[in-house]
């Protein structure tokens, strides 16, 4: 007896669409207690699913924890990892760098806040994980790293840049974002500048630098070299 057209396909969504609630359940508790103080059972509630349910899909809570990475590494939003983040480098453009970087920490907001549960669920785990830290190397920070680093390369080429090391620069300018959203998650809402003053701040750090020109010291590095 053959099953009725679109029964398949039925189930294939039922299917998808439990697998969302379950990575959606453990990516709040992971992120409102911790991976190591939330058992399967407590996800499987959440879920509203039976834990034997849970572990159809998912062998253990590890892999939970990659599985949450991968939908961050498989967002449509640009870059931002533990920001900067999701799977396709920053489109490159020719135009005004500054508007441009500009452009690229609104694109990086818009990520983290879309995913900051998500983010937060993997950020506790990320230093003591070996594992998770070596997926979200890979998968997040690398690309973004590569998309980086060839941004900056044509802006020297378009000389809107000095000859800068730019595998260092980039890993400057990605630390930055990272450490935008942790302050976002440290500090108090009611100190923090809005996304504005901040965005502007760094901008101004980036292309002006925070000493007058004149206490600069001398550097053989030309715009356009």
Not at 58 to 66: S, V
Request: no cysteine; charged share 25%.
């Amino acid at each position: 007896m053959t099953e009725p057209s679109g029964r398949p396909e039925r189930r294939q969504r039922q299917m998808a669409a439990r697998l969302e609630q379950i990575l959606d359940a453990a990516a709040h508790l992971f992120a409102d207690r911790g991976f190591h103080r939330t058992t399967t059972k407590d996800i499987a509630e959440a879920a509203d699913v039976a834990e034997g349910t849970l572990y159809n899909y998912f062998e253990t809570k590890n892999d939970l924890l990659f599985a949450i990475l991968a939908r961050l590494s498989e967002s449509e939003l640009p870059q931002a990892g533990l920001v900067p983040g999701a799977a396709r480098p920053a489109q490159v453009s020719a135009g005004d760098a500054r508007q441009h970087f500009a452009s690229l920490l609104d694109l990086r907001r818009e990520y983290v806040n879309e995913n900051s549960v998500m983010l937060q669920a993997i950020l506790s785990e990320l230093l003591a994980n070996t594992e998770l830290r070596q997926r979200y190397s890979n998968q997040l920070l690398e690309p973004t790293l590569i998309g980086l680093e060839k941004e900056l390369t044509l802006r020297i080429k378009l000389g809107q840049l000095y000859d800068l090391d730019v595998p260092a620069t980039a890993r400057v300018l990605t630390s930055l974002w990272i450490g935008l959203f942790i302050l976002q998650l440290l500090e108090q809402p009611q100190n923090q500048p809005d996304w504005e003053r901040l965005a502007q701040a760094t901008i101004h750090i980036v292309f002006d630098g925070i000493a007058p020109e004149t206490t600069m010291p001398e550097t053989s590095g030309k715009p356009g070299q």
